[in-house]
């Protein structure tokens, strides 16, 4: 059940303002995505785990809450795949819910990667059941991933729980698989291709949500294997916060995405996922949360030198 802030509480800050506190805070611009795959966890955590989605939700859980111990001093969010959690179940969604309360208690914004995208009741329930506090618990994220090809109003109730609870979405543009140019890179009949056209649309309710750091609680995806995209989404939608995936596993790297910066240190967030919570396996012997942590403050480092602040 969900409740709106009573009169005489203040608002609760923007995600945005909390996103800029964290990468002023930490020099750190880096998510950490969340994709457990039974298959690649360490062997500790394996054991018994795949007799049962109980056992696997379980391994699930401890995986995750060690990577995030990990990676914590260098990441300002983690990035959960909710499908990773969604496949096993009432068990697996337990686990999502720990996870992301670690996450916050370990001082980590969280980012739902659900990719939702309905219309009406639907898209509100949604909206709800990701932005909106759950009683007298938080939200169980602090921003959504959401897909807007339903149009403006399947969006509306997402935007709504963020200007009411604080919250975030961020909203697929240009993604980083080669099949995004399918659809996203069809050409229109003034020359620009269809992503363009969304991110117009964009630019509007994104300018409702600009915080006090000047920043907007509207993100957007775009792949870090476009570079040209992303020097084009900055241009367009210069106070929105741009994700960026495709760092690591995908072959980008952090110096593909330094125009993504130009509006300020913390207008643009680097995904790295697999080459992070998996880096235990370059190396025989290597523990999977030194190699977590090593890893994600490599890319640290890396990403907030390229991005020129």
């Known amino acids: 059940m969900t409740a709106d802030t009573a009169p005489d509480q203040p608002p609760p ?3 945005a303002d909390r996103l800029v506190e964290a990468v002023e805070l930490k020099r750190s611009q880096l998510v950490v995505g969340l994709d457990p795959r039974l298959d ?5 955590l394996r054991g018994e785990a795949q007799h049962s989605p109980e056992g696997v939700a379980d391994a699930f859980s401890r995986f995750c809450r060690g990577i995030i111990d990990a990676v914590a001093p260098y990441a300002v969010c983690v990035k959960p795949q909710l499908a990773f959690f969604e496949l096993y179940g009432s068990a697996g969604m337990r686990a ?4 992301c309360a670690h996450a916050r208690d370990a001082g980590l914004l969280v980012i739902a990667d659900a990719k939702r995208g309905d219309i009406g009741s639907t898209a509100r329930a949604y909206a709800g059941a990701y932005l909106e506090p759950r009683g007298v618990h938080p939200p169980l994220a602090d921003a959504l991933t959401v897909n807007p090809y339903l149009g403006r109003d399947a969006l509306e109730p997402f935007l709504l729980a963020c200007h009411r609870h604080g919250g975030g979405v961020f909203v697929l543009l240009k993604t980083s698989n080669p099949g995004s140019a399918d659809l996203q890179d069809v050409t229109l009949s003034d020359g620009s291709p269809l992503w363009h056209q969304l991110a117009l649309l964009l630019q509007e309710p994104a300018e409702t949500l600009v915080g006090t750091s ?4 509207l993100g957007v995806v775009v792949g870090a294997t476009y570079p040209r995209a992303i020097s084009e989404a900055r241009r367009l939608l210069p106070r929105s916060i ?3 995936p ?5 072959g980008a790297t952090p110096a593909d995405v330094a125009r993504a910066f130009t509006s300020g240190p913390a207008s643009a967030l680097v995904n790295a996922s697999r080459s992070v919570i998996f880096a235990y396996r370059a190396e025989e012997g290597l523990d999977w949360r030194d190699a977590a942590g090593s890893e994600a403050a490599r ?3 890396e990403i907030w030198a390229v991005s020129g602040w």
């Not at 999502?96 to 996870?99: A, G, H, I, Q, T």
């Open 13 to 15: 800050q923007a995600f």
């Open 40 to 44: 690649l966890l360490p062997l500790e």
């Open 96 to 99: 999502l819910e720990d996870v």
């Open 214 to 217: 000047g920043i907007s609680s």
């Open 242 to 244: 741009i994700l960026l």
């Open 246 to 250: 495709g760092v690591g596993a995908q």
């Open 299 to 301: 890319l640290r480092n």
